[in-house]
């Protein structure tokens, strides 16, 4: 299957999409993901993402879309993919549309997930990240075995550097802005599924599960 997860920063789209990817057998591509390694790398590419990240604004376009679509090339994800994070803009997702009919393909479901703005900033203030294996915990909601240590790979724990407050309420209002109206646009062409991101994990995950199922009838 393909699949787009769209939700406001701190929705659960990456632990999620882990979650999803394993049990459909599909890579999970997140477009922050391959920036942040970009970024990490200090890559040409990272620096010019950099500039847009740290403030909390979205890369542009034709930018994204040269970067996921790149990935999305590869072979893993021939038969299906779980998409994080992009599209986030009614242009990507008409980039992302014309460069899978060029392959003769097109997507099967988006997936908006929901959460309320307080629980949001909860979330986020407690996220914390292994920049080695982008391993995403939460510290009192998912903490990690050893404090301050990856379970996955041992890796030091960080908090990403654009979860700071001042840099969360923009990229709240970004999602508002920009990401938003794709909601419509997805809706106008009967992909769009809604869940309720609240809740425990494998609850959410049961919903997102359920909500795919439908689709698949
Ligand atoms: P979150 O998990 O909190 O939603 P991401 O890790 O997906 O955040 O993205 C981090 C940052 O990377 C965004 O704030 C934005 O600057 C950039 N980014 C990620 N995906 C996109 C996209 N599809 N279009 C433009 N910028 C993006
Ligand atoms: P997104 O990719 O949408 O920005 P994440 O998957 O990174 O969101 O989740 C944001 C934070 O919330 C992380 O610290 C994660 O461990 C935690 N989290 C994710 N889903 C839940 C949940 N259902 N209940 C509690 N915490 C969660
Ligand atoms: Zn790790």
Same mark, same amino acid.
């Given at each position: 299957?393909?699949?787009? *997860?769209?939700?406001?920063p701190? &929705? =659960?789209? +990456? %632990? ?8 459909l ?8 993901d ?6 990490r790398?200090?890559?040409?590419l990272?620096?010019?993402v950099r500039?847009?990240?740290?403030t909390g ?18 072979p ?8 994080d994070?992009?599209p ?6 008409? *980039?992302?549309?014309e460069?899978? &009919? =060029?392959? +003769? %393909?097109a997507?099967?479901?988006v997936?908006a997930l ?5 629980e949001?900033v ?22 990690p075995?050893v404090?301050?240590?990856c379970?996955?790979?041992?890796g030091g ?11 969360v ?12 109206p794709?909601?419509?646009w997805?809706?106008d062409?009967?992909?769009l ?8 994990v ?8 359920a909500a ?6």
């Amino acid at each position: 299957m393909r699949i787009v *997860l769209i939700g406001p920063p701190g &929705a =659960g789209k +990456g %632990t999620q999409a882990r979650v999803l990817a394993g049990l459909l057998a599909v890579p999970a591509v997140s477009s922050g993901d391959l920036f942040r390694v970009e970024v990490r790398q200090g890559t040409e590419l990272g620096r010019l993402v950099r500039r847009h990240t740290d403030t909390g604004e979205l890369v542009p376009d034709e930018l994204t879309t040269t970067v996921v679509t790149r990935r999305l090339g590869q072979p893993d994800a021939a038969d299906g993919f779980l998409l994080d994070g992009f599209p986030r803009t009614v242009r990507q997702a008409e *980039l992302l549309a014309e460069s899978l &009919a =060029g392959d +003769g %393909t097109a997507l099967d479901a988006v997936i908006a997930l929901g959460l309320p703005d307080d629980e949001i900033v909860r979330r986020l203030t407690g996220r914390r990240m292994c920049p080695a294996c982008g391993t995403t915990v939460h510290l009192v909601f998912s903490p990690p075995r050893v404090a301050n240590r990856c379970d996955g790979c041992g890796g030091g724990l960080v908090r990403r550097a654009d979860d700071g407050e001042e840099t969360v309420l923009r990229r709240l209002a970004v999602h508002s802005a920009q990401t938003v109206p794709l909601l419509r646009w997805y809706a106008d062409r009967q992909l769009l599924c809604h869940v309720d991101g609240s809740g425990t994990v494998p609850e959410v995950s049961e919903r997102m599960s359920a909500a795919l199922a439908a689709v698949r009838r």
